[in-house]
């Protein structure tokens, strides 16, 4: 996995609450049997018309937005189906953090297995991360996971919170099948166990 | 001293691992798996030279993709799909998996499937790459949706990594109303919690009309428990459950049943157990739903008319301004005068056996109002080949429905089975998002009897208005 250190990078405001895994990446892109490719199609229908001509309106279209590596939103961000293709398609985008209020539980857990890292904040601080979102590309934000903190485009610092096992992950790169294989011990009495309390299963 | 919840229980019997900062390793009981969320897990073992730790316990069947029409085992029209189904055929040989292709009677719907055959039983730990594993709750099971990262974390160790959710309380307390359903309990409770309002926790449903549903009914609630925000969804067992699971193909048979069965009756909430937060909603309170809206939690009873974004707070007013703009409705307008263009019966929220009947006994002697395409898609071959042995396929295709193969078709459209732009459309599905069903189809979300009472007439109904008359 790609590691999460620090990054500075322009930030794209999108202040809509409840933006499902649906709109973040439709079901027709679902069927490719690959991990990458999916950026061009990300937020497809908010993006393009039905001709597929790019929507001007819609924020990552806009020329300030185009490299966009920061991703503010609203409440209950990547709520419905368990599709890894969003954060898939958000990473091959380039967008490698996402601000919000709150996260939907499968789509949290999913960034950070994508080298993604989602930060819950109070409504008060996104907006004021929204704000500043909104100034446009030569607004730039940083992001620092070993230090836990976002500064903005001019200088206000927030702190954030983030499970230290994750970030751990995250700062390294780790691929967390491998470590869970370390525990194979673990495993094997756990099942040896499991084959005479409930030999059913 | 505070007692456990089932969740609780549940959570301590699967513990393999606990590190110091609280990181838990899950041992994970059953692993399904479908075409869609699974070639890169499948993949990424290839590439590291890893294997599956548990065939055995690991259960594969294309679903999302398939066509629902016949002759789909020897041909899938589009490319995409055809690779993706494909793909699950050979990963599963490959690994040696437990594996229903699409020419066998029992494929369908991995939710449906996974009860119906007995992989489901109380107390287990399940999980698959689809949200829609809450379902599986419905048993006592601790069942949940994974990312495909986490179905290679599966696949290769049979754990999972976890940090234990807060237990959430939803009590339906009292006795349902006639024309009232599991599936407006379900979304009786996402109006009132909202999207968000389980997010971080489980939910277990309790309380006296929930102990009446039949498992069908149970497994319409905790289905969409995912839809109100929760990791899953779970109902305590009892002998509804065991009368189910007794007999089926993988559930333990002789004395192994009997210590199950002595196991299984453990399997409930102290009555001192914590609570993080209880909901409690009276049956009698619980009128038949629709949603009007672009999310599960614009729910609104039938007899409503259609709100107006000044009706709500915060981002949830530009968020109804844009679903009633996607939606093509106007605020003031009654519920019931919206009309219809598409009827869709089926999904793993409401694709079961006793999901038709309900359906079928509305629309018996009845037929489809003029201009409406209505599709039933039972959720299995199994459920298929059962109501047809009750006639029920001819109650619909006499009512000018379509009677299709199983799978999950219309829910998500990633077959051919989809809504044009601006099609409006009354689904027993479980979403109702923007796009779902097809780019720029409206979905009204409602149970199978409210469905069957659109179709007959052509606009949403209350289907107690239908009752009245047949009585």
Redesign the interface.
């Known amino acids: 996995m790609e590691k999460f250190e620090k990054l500075t990078g322009i930030a794209a405001p999108l202040?809509?609450?409840?933006i499902?895994t649906?709109?973040i990446i439709?079901?027709?892109y679902?069927?490719?049997?690959?991990?990458e490719g999916l950026g061009v199609n990300l937020f497809d229908?908010m993006r393009y018309d039905?001709d597929g001509n790019e929507n001007p309106d819609f924020v990552l279209n806009k020329p300030a937005y185009r490299e966009t590596q920061i991703l503010v939103a609203?409440?209950?961000f990547g709520?419905?189906?368990?599709?890894?293709h969003a954060?898939w398609a958000i990473k091959d985008f380039g967008i490698r953090c996402v601000i919000a209020p709150?996260?939907?539980?499968?789509f949290f857990?999913?960034c950070f297995?994508?080298g993604i890292l989602p930060i819950p904040l109070p409504q008060e601080q996104v907006d004021i991360l929204m704000k500043d979102a909104e100034k446009g590309a030569n607004a730039r934000m940083t992001v620092d996971l070993e230090n836990q903190t976002i500064t903005t485009s001019d200088g206000v610092e927030i702190a954030f919170e983030v499970?230290?096992?994750r970030k751990h992950c995250l700062l390294e790169g780790l691929d967390?099948?491998g470590l869970?294989?370390n525990?194979a011990t673990?495993?094997d009495g756990?099942?040896s166990k499991?084959a005479q309390d409930?030999?059913?299963? | 001293m505070t007692g456990k919840t089932l969740y609780d229980k549940l959570w301590d019997a699967h513990l393999?691992?606990q590190?110091e900062?609280g990181?838990c390793?899950l041992?994970i009981?059953r692993h399904l798996v479908h075409e869609?969320?699974s070639?890169?897990a499948f993949?990424g073992l290839r590439m590291?030279g890893?294997t599956v730790?548990a065939p055995e316990?690991t259960i594969a069947v294309p679903d999302?993709?398939v066509p629902t029409t016949e002759g789909r085992e020897t041909k899938i029209d589009?490319e995409?799909?055809r690779?993706?189904v494909e793909?699950l055929d050979k990963n599963a040989r490959d690994f040696g998996v437990v594996y229903y292709p699409v020419s066998d009677i029992r494929q369908g719907i991995v939710h449906i499937v996974g009860p119906e055959q007995g992989w489901t039983?109380p107390?287990?730990t399940v999980v698959c790459?689809?949200?829609h594993t809450a379902t599986h709750g419905a048993f006592g099971a601790l069942a949940?949706?994974?990312?495909?990262?986490?179905v290679?974390?599966v696949l290769?160790?049979?754990?999972l990594?976890q940090?234990k959710s807060k237990n959430m309380k939803v009590e339906i307390t009292g006795t349902l109303p006639p024309g009232v359903t599991a599936k407006d309990i379900t979304l009786a409770v996402i109006g009132k919690t909202g999207?968000?309002g389980g997010?971080?926790y489980v939910i277990e449903y309790c309380g006296e009309a929930i102990r009446a549903l039949s498992m069908e009914g149970r497994m319409t609630v905790c289905n969409m428990a995912i839809?109100g925000?929760?990791?899953a969804g779970l109902i305590a067992p009892d002998d509804t459950t065991f009368d189910y699971v007794k007999g089926r193909p993988h559930a333990?048979k002789g004395a192994?049943?009997e210590?199950?069965l002595t196991?299984w009756k453990t399997l409930k909430s102290d009555d001192n157990a914590h609570w993080d937060k209880v909901v409690t909603i009276r049956a009698e309170d619980i009128a038949p739903v629709v949603t009007w809206g672009t999310?599960p939690?614009d729910v609104l009873p039938i007899t409503g008319t259609v709100p107006a974004p000044g009706d709500f707070q915060?981002?949830?007013v530009?968020?109804a301004r844009?679903s009633l703009d996607y939606m093509g409705l106007k605020p003031g307008t009654p519920l019931t005068e919206i009309k219809v263009d598409a009827v869709f019966i089926g999904s793993c929220t409401n694709g079961r056996i006793e999901d038709l009947r309900a359906a079928a006994e509305i629309l018996k002697g009845k037929t489809l109002a003029p201009g409406v395409r209505g599709m039933v898609v039972p959720g299995s071959g199994l459920v298929r080949a059962q109501a047809e042995e009750e006639g029920l396929d001819k109650v619909f295709t006499e009512a000018g429905f379509e009677w299709r193969l199983a799978g999950c078709s219309m829910c998500?459209?990633?077959n051919p089975d989809q809504l044009a732009?601006g099609e409006r459309c009354a689904a027993t599905s479980n979403?109702n998002?923007?796009?779902?069903m097809g780019?720029?189809g409206r979905t009204h979300l409602m149970s199978p009897v409210m469905a069957a009472a659109a179709a007959v007439t052509g606009h949403l109904t209350d289907v107690r208005e239908l009752l009245a008359e047949t009585v």
């Open positions: 202040d809509l609450v409840n499902d649906d709109m439709p079901k027709q679902l069927k490719t049997i690959k991990r229908e039905q609203g409440d209950n709520c419905g189906s368990s599709r890894e954060p709150s996260f939907a539980d499968i857990n999913n297995k994508n499970d230290p096992f967390d099948i869970t294989l525990k673990a495993i756990f099942e499991m409930r030999p059913w299963v | 393999v691992d590190a900062d990181t390793l041992y009981d869609v969320t070639p890169q993949e590291s890893r730790r316990k999302h993709n589009n995409e799909s690779i993706q793909a039983l107390g287990m790459g689809d949200s949940h949706g994974i990312g495909t990262s986490e290679e974390h290769a160790t049979q754990t990594i940090k999207t968000a997010t971080g839809e925000g929760a990791r333990p192994q049943w210590a199950a196991w999310s939690e915060g981002g949830k530009e968020a844009r998500l459209g990633m732009p979403r998002f923007e796009g779902r780019r720029g």
